[in-house]
């Protein structure tokens, strides 16, 4: 058997300039970490049973590859060509779609787990762009690298898509005291509306010409923000999500909602400092970063306005960094 | 003969002003990670840096928890290759000087942990040894090393450099074991650190 994890990500600054068709004229800039909501791959070779077996939300067993539902799998096992006879089992503590970049820490999980099982080894970085191209080159999923690159190297990163394809991982060195202060002043509620990045990220990347200004904006944000977050000065990191997230809303139409707007404006109104949504937009996990001391008035703010907008779904969520990236975490196959 | 000390502390003065910072804050984050997942820590060296390695190794394991061992739930392992005089010989008698490390760490290194190699002149050919095989399994490499650096710079994940002439033995490994405590210092700080969140929280 073999288990690996991969980490889900906050991104901070610059979601939006890790597409193919924004980086390939200006470098793409995103500020992200890792944290401590971990998707675990099981793996395990079934000699005796031949079938192809998968289970996460879902369980399936097949004779077939291409009966898989699960497309992330299915194109896995095709494009690696594994042998009947394996099952593939998925854990992680939240659900999809929570804006937290897990479909990616799947796949990175997935890949790692599956290089193992082949008996090849990949490090991080072949991990990420093995992902990437699962997702975007496999599955022509319309979505960036920056989530694949997060769950495979982990901690906190400056991450920078180049122009002619590279991608530079810039690890940002924090010491626990700054990742102790920060965690304390940050805010994380999941929505309970789930929403596909796609659909959002496919209007936004045909509008990626047209807002070509405000995604450069947002890609030489990342390093002003790399900057104060290296000072600890969260005040103003509050004040440049704020900036952020209205610079986001202007890309595509449905990043945001009215349900999203009356929950963001509740918490500024409490006393945050800025914030964000998390993800492509449109639903999923909304961040803030407060003062402590308003911290319990933003809670019952969100949860209020939660109410009012029929959110059943909604919850507060504590969050960890982790410095842990893709792991192999049991390995006797 | 105050000359001389004044000498030497100035060169080792000057060898502690340029260690490198950076390098030893991937190193911690290495380290961190490496606690997160559970994973164990394996030093080694030769002669004085296996004495380094010795001291780092009982350091870390009776104090980076010392003051609280019973309030954490993880534990934080190091461990020093090869654990015992008797493997060290036995591997140096039955295979070879070059397979004193690499040889314990086959039986006891997995995906999950990290490498220590201390090596004032990187090149030693039984430490390089070992890191080939941490390499091949995926295994990050914090190293130590002194002159310029030699093969173990150039493998390290976190690159430890402590750049002096050639042959300047006393005070790299001074200055390693500067370095070490430091490590040890930041952990320790940092468990207790935790603790007291939690009593406020």
Not at chain 1, 36 to 58: E, G, H, Q
Not at chain 1, 151 to 161: E, K, P, S, T
Not at chain 1, 243 to 249: D, H, I, V
Not at chain 2, 35 to 58: D, T
Request: proline letters at 3%; one cysteine or more.
């Amino acid at each position: 058997m073999i288990i690996v994890r991969a980490p889900m990500r906050m991104s901070f600054v610059g979601g939006g300039t890790d597409l193919h068709a924004f980086y390939s004229k200006y470098p793409g800039r995103v500020v992200s970490t890792a944290i401590d909501k971990f998707v675990y791959m099981v793996l395990n070779r079934t000699p005796l049973v031949p079938k192809y077996s998968a289970r996460y939300s879902i369980s399936e067993t097949v004779d077939k590859i291409s009966d898989l539902k699960n497309s992330r799998i299915r194109a896995a096992l095709e494009d690696l060509e594994v042998p009947i006879g394996i099952e593939i089992a998925s854990f992680a503590p939240l659900p999809s779609r929570t804006g937290l970049g897990s479909s990616s820490s799947f796949s990175v999980a997935l890949l790692k787990a599956l290089s193992l099982y082949q008996g090849k080894q990949m490090n991080k970085r072949e991990v990420a762009e093995a992902a990437s191209r699962l997702e975007i080159d496999l599955l022509n999923e319309p979505i960036g690298k920056q989530d694949q690159y997060a769950a495979a190297f982990g901690g906190f990163n400056l991450i920078q898509f180049n122009p002619d394809g590279t991608v530079t991982v810039e690890p940002i060195l924090l010491d626990y005291k700054k990742h102790a202060d920060f965690e304390d002043h940050l805010m994380l509620f999941y929505t309970g509306i789930t929403r596909d990045a796609a659909s959002v990220l496919t209007e936004q990347k045909a509008n990626s010409g047209k807002k070509f200004e405000v995604l450069k904006k947002m890609s030489d944000s990342a390093l002003t923000f790399r900057d104060t977050l290296l000072k600890g000065n969260f005040e103003e990191l509050g004040s440049m999500l704020h900036e952020g997230w209205q610079l986001k809303k202007t890309l595509a139409s449905n990043v945001s909602n009215g349900v999203i707007d009356s929950l963001y404006g509740g918490g500024m109104k409490a006393g945050a400092w800025g914030g964000k949504i998390l993800g492509a937009g449109g639903g999923g996990c909304i961040m803030f970063l407060a003062p402590i001391n308003q911290k319990a008035k933003i809670r019952a703010a969100m949860k209020q306005a939660a109410g009012k907008g029929k959110l059943s779904g909604f919850k507060e969520i504590p969050v960890k960094f982790v410095q842990s990236g893709v792991e192999v975490m049991f390995n006797h196959d | 003969m105050t000359d001389f000390i004044k000498q030497f502390s100035s060169q080792a003065i000057k060898a502690l002003e340029h260690v490198p910072e950076t390098e030893i804050a991937k190193a911690l984050s290495i380290l961190q990670a490496c606690f997160e997942r559970g994973g164990r820590i394996y030093a080694f060296g030769n002669g004085g840096s296996y004495g380094l390695a010795s001291h780092w190794v009982s350091d870390f394991n009776k104090t980076v928890f010392s003051h609280h061992l019973d309030k954490h739930d993880d534990r934080f392992q190091a461990i020093r290759v090869p654990s015992t005089t008797e493997e060290l010989t036995a591997w140096a008698n039955d295979v070879g000087y070059d397979m004193v490390f690499a040889g314990p760490l086959k039986n006891l290194l997995q995906d999950k942990d990290v490498v220590i190699a201390i090596s004032s002149s990187g090149n030693s050919a039984n430490v390089i040894k070992a890191l080939e095989l941490a390499k091949k399994r995926n295994v990050p490499i914090i190293g130590l090393s002194g002159f310029d650096g030699g093969k173990l710079n150039q493998m390290a994940d976190a690159k430890i450099l402590v750049k002096t002439e050639k042959g300047q033995y006393e005070l790299v490994e001074g200055v390693h074991d500067v370095i070490l405590h430091m490590i040890i210092k930041y952990f320790k700080n940092y468990f207790d650190y935790q603790i007291e969140r939690n009593a406020k929280a």
